[in-house]
């Protein structure tokens, strides 16, 4: 059964310190997303990444950086967390193909920033 | 810049009701339009729609694209509790593989 696992599910930072998000997928895909997902405002998406160390910013980066060493890994992570990120971060992948577009979600982490 | 529009936002419905969630898209070079149902936390994949007027079904949930209106439809009939979720709709954008999202309709079924 494909899988896509997000390392925590809930997690409480307080302003200032630097976060990171992981997510690991063993499907063997070329892509991989992170979305932030908002009441009123659904799913934005914050990087993804087609490649080992490539990556391209998507809606919302700001305040956010990704890290893809391995193409299995890739993490996001706050520089230095504030409020207004407490959210809900959604990992995802999808292959490489273009007809084949759905995406493979995580089970989510839960984001507090206080 | 690429856009996905569902409604309603929310819907409460009784159980054995029949519901119809919109969703209306503008897309540079359509592909494709998505449907996803997120309950607790990870959506997961429903239906990819690529032509018009051709109906995906699975059970009691079935969904149609008009690329001629630029909408698709998702029916489900005879909703029972476990349709609770969060009905998400989404299309890639122009040479891309990242998605755009509707912001969702929240469907509450009631006993």
């Known amino acids: 059964d494909v899988k896509v696992t997000q390392s925590s599910r809930y997690l409480v930072k307080r302003t200032g310190e630097k976060v990171f998000l992981e997510c690991v997928q063993d499907?063997?895909?070329?892509?991989m997303f992170w979305y932030r997902q908002d009441p009123g405002l659904g799913l934005r998406l914050i990087y993804f990444?087609?490649?080992?160390?490539?990556?391209e910013k998507g809606d919302i980066p700001e305040g956010y950086s990704v890290s893809r060493e391995k193409k299995e890994r890739f993490s996001l992570i706050l520089e230095s967390a504030s409020t207004n990120q407490t959210s809900m971060y959604l990992c995802?992948?999808?292959?490489?193909?273009?007809?084949?577009?759905?995406?493979?979600f995580g089970s989510g982490t839960q984001l507090s920033v206080l | 810049e690429d856009k996905v529009v569902q409604s309603p936002l929310s819907l409460v419905v009784h159980e054995g009701d029949t519901v119809t969630l919109n969703c209306s898209y503008e897309?540079?070079?359509?592909?494709?339009l998505l449907w996803y149902k997120q309950e607790k936390k990870a959506p997961t994949f429903l239906f990819m729609l690529?032509?018009?007027?051709i109906e995906k079904k699975s059970g009691r949930l079935s969904s149609i694209l008009d690329k001629k209106e630029l909408f698709s439809i998702l029916n489900i009939t005879a909703t029972q509790t476990g349709d609770s979720a969060i009905y998400l709709c989404?299309?890639?954008?122009?040479?891309?593989?990242?998605?755009?999202f509707g912001k969702g309709t929240k469907l509450s079924v009631i006993p």
């Open positions: 995802a992948s999808s292959p490489w193909s273009a007809t084949n577009e759905k995406l493979f």
């Open positions: 499907m063997d895909h070329e892509n």
């Open positions: 990444s087609y490649d080992v160390k490539m990556k």
């Open positions: 897309v540079t070079n359509f592909r494709s």
């Open positions: 690529t032509s018009s007027g």
């Open positions: 989404a299309s890639p954008g122009a040479g891309s593989y990242q998605l755009t």
